[in-house]
Nanobody, 123 residues
């Protein structure tokens, strides 16, 4: 059973914006205290980009701080990642993850994991 489905990726020029969505099953959404976005660029390790913990605690990787915003819509069981001022180095596959306990640093530790959506930023 698919628990997390990402959407909203695409191609954009540098300086542009995209909003990613992660639609979660009801169980995955309400059982998870932490929801997060990861990304993986070609030839690089998957890295954690942003997290949303409990009611309103958010964290960001230094590389996206001030440009990306993570948020949730409880009525839609959906996690978002608003990405502004995009740079070519933001090009990656973006993944959603969720877990009932904590915000793990590593992708493999999360209980629920999505299939990803591609973001390509051209210069």
């Amino acid at each position: 059973q698919v628990q997390l489905v990402e959407s909203g990726g695409g191609s954009v020029q540098a300086g542009g914006s995209l909003r990613l969505s992660c639609s979660a099953s009801r169980d995955a959404y309400y059982n998870s205290r932490c929801m997060a976005w990861f990304r993986q660029a070609p030839g690089k390790e998957r890295e954690r980009v942003a997290t949303f913990y409990s009611l309103d605690t958010t964290t960001y990787a230094d590389s996206v701080k001030g440009r990306f915003t993570i948020s949730k819509d409880n009525a839609k069981n959906t996690l978002y990642l608003q990405m502004n001022s995009l740079k070519p180095e933001d090009t990656a596959m973006y993944y959603c993850a969720a877990d009932p306990s904590v915000c793990y640093l590593w992708w493999q530790q999360f209980t629920y994991r999505g299939q990803g959506t591609q973001v390509t930023v051209s210069s």
